[in-house]
């Protein structure tokens, strides 16, 4: 037996606001999925569409099972296609003002292998902590944003592309391992003993490039949690304005309540200097990859 997916997250919300944002549909698609039809009855139906590991469209079909105001949500959850069928409970429970939500999703062995994993485990694992953990969080409490930066580039919206996909090691770190290029790719950026490991889950090219943070450790004596990066979202979302190309990117999940977000902030300020260099110039600023010793 496949051992069920438990997030949990407490926020700084009150329990009706929690449960409004999981039960209605219109503040769902705002965080959530955009379902056509949703009430939170026991024995509604409810479908909506969502993209595996390489693109492929699936379609959810779900039915709820189990209604507690404020407290409990429990729905079916399969495929159209594919046999399996698994369940998906959102518990909520009054922390004095705050909100603690546990999301649990059950019988993922029930649904067949296919070419490209795309019910394996760990890939609902990583979809359900940035939902409880990120999405929902920044929805319901949102003085809480995520780190952005605006850069203007004058140069084609496919050149900066190419520079965020291809050529990384030129402006953020030497030390760079994996490939970047495609949906799907994992790679690991290096600063020392510093590192991050990411997962390319989504890209548009010339348009638009989503990171997901697989792993991380930043080696600072003044953090006591060291890798608030997991679970975290660099996206590079590109426009062109007139000769202009804009670079618009957020790290979603990097917010000023973590440890690191100073140190971060500034640390992404220098990287962007070296990225603006790099495509004016062809010489940006990396990291330095250490010599080996022989």
């Not at 039960?23 to 009430?39: G, P, S």
């Not at 919206?157 to 030129?170: A, G, H, R, V």
């Not at 300020?269 to 495509?279: A, G, H, I, Q, T």
Request: charged content about 30%; overall charge negative; proline content about 4%.
């Amino acid at each position: 037996m496949v051992t069920p997916v438990t997030v949990e997250k407490t926020y700084n919300a009150p329990v009706e606001k929690v449960w409004n944002a999981i039960t209605d549909k219109n503040e769902m698609k705002k965080w959530y999925f955009d379902i056509a039809e949703f009430k939170a009855e026991p024995g509604f139906e409810f479908r909506f569409n969502g993209q595996g590991k390489t693109g492929e469209n699936f379609l959810h079909i779900c039915k709820i099972t189990e209604v507690i105001k404020n407290k409990k949500l429990r729905h079916s959850w399969r495929y159209e296609g594919y046999e399996g069928d698994s369940y998906v409970t959102f518990e909520l429970f009054d922390e004095g003002g705050k909100t603690r939500l546990r999301l649990t999703h059950e019988g993922l062995e029930s649904f067949p292998l296919t070419a490209h994993n795309d019910f394996a485990r760990e890939n609902f694992q990583e979809g359900w902590t940035y939902i409880v953990t990120i999405a929902l969080n920044d929805y319901v409490d949102p003085g809480k944003a995520d780190f952005k930066a605006t850069i203007i580039f004058s140069s084609s919206p496919t050149k900066l592309f190419d520079c965020l996909t291809k050529k990384i090691n030129e402006w953020w770190t030497e030390d760079f391992e994996g490939n970047a290029e495609n949906f799907g790719d994992v790679f690991t950026v290096r600063f020392g003993e510093t590192f991050k490991r990411f997962k390319i889950e989504d890209i548009v090219p010339d348009r638009k490039i989503a990171w997901y943070c697989l792993d991380a450790f930043i080696n600072s004596s003044k953090l006591v949690n060291k890798g608030e990066w997991r679970g975290t979202r660099p996206v590079w979302e590109i426009s062109q304005e007139g000769d202009d190309t804009i670079l618009s990117f957020t790290h979603r999940g990097l917010t000023p309540v973590l440890e690191c977000y100073e140190i971060c902030e500034a640390r992404w300020n220098e990287v962007f200097d070296s990225l603006r260099k790099y495509v004016a110039t062809g010489k940006g600023v990396p990291h330095k990859k250490p010599e080996k010793v022989s």
